[in-house]
């Protein structure tokens, strides 16, 4: 059974720019969930999505953006890039049976950095 | 606010020694509790979880951790380290129905030879 794929790997932006990143989930799971990792801030929940729906956001500005396809798979944006952006970004996803309890198994995350 | 603490940022340990890596939270509602592994340039592995039931949770790698309510803890023990138990351990808590994920900010575990 695949893991989460989330592509690319690395990123170089320049700032100002727009990114766009990418996650797949593990077939069958249907909810997708973001976090951003930094050294200073440690693991921050961006947002998560059920059924195309956002179901819950974290406290970023809305430079930060996601959206859940019907294959369940999900994108997040950053656009006008920050310095400060730069960050290792984690997608997780559940089975979501219902229940808050249910495991989230994490990518491998993309490395952004902004320069 | 709900929060995560993990008091330790690193914990260096002898090969085959015990280790206990501390985590507390603050919330006046029942929680989920979870431990993470992070090895260098990797996404996060589960460890283990509690959700209800026994107190003792055991994990992978022979990792077991306690929930403790009186004292909101949720220390993860190891009897015995080896060197490739050295990561980053994160504990995570699920408290408010948000269906997110409030982590600490990790303990380097350090296994010496």
């Known amino acids: 059974k695949a893991g989460v794929t989330q592509t690319p790997r690395y990123l170089i932006k320049t700032r100002g720019q727009q990114v766009t990143l990418s996650c797949s989930p593990i077939s069958g799971h249907r909810s997708v969930s973001w976090y951003q990792q930094t050294p200073g801030q440690g693991l921050q929940f961006l947002f998560e999505y059920f059924s195309e729906t956002q179901r819950n956001k974290g406290n970023f500005p809305g430079r930060f953006s996601g959206r859940q396809f019907s294959n369940s798979r999900s994108e997040m944006n950053v656009s006008t890039l920050e310095l400060g952006d730069s960050a290792l970004y984690l997608c997780?996803?559940?089975?979501?049976?219902?229940?808050?309890?249910?495991?989230?198994?994490f990518g491998q995350g993309t490395r952004l950095t902004v320069v | 606010a709900q929060s995560v603490t993990q008091l330790d940022s690193q914990v260096p340990v002898f090969e085959e020694a015990p280790v206990e890596l501390r985590c507390n939270y603050s919330s006046s509602v029942s929680v989920y509790l979870f431990w993470y592994v992070q090895y260098p340039n990797q996404g996060l592995q589960l460890l283990l979880k509690y959700l209800s039931g026994s107190t003792l949770v055991k994990g992978i790698n022979g990792f077991e951790a306690e929930f403790n309510k009186s004292q909101t803890s949720f220390h993860l023990r190891k009897p015995s380290v080896h060197i490739s138990d050295t990561a980053e351990y994160f504990c995570?808590?699920?408290?408010?129905?948000?269906?997110?994920?409030?982590f600490g900010s990790g303990t380097r575990l350090l296994v010496r030879p």
């Open positions: 997780a996803s559940s089975l979501d049976t219902g229940g808050l309890n249910t495991e989230a198994f």
């Open positions: 995570a808590v699920n408290m408010d129905s948000s269906y997110k994920l409030i």
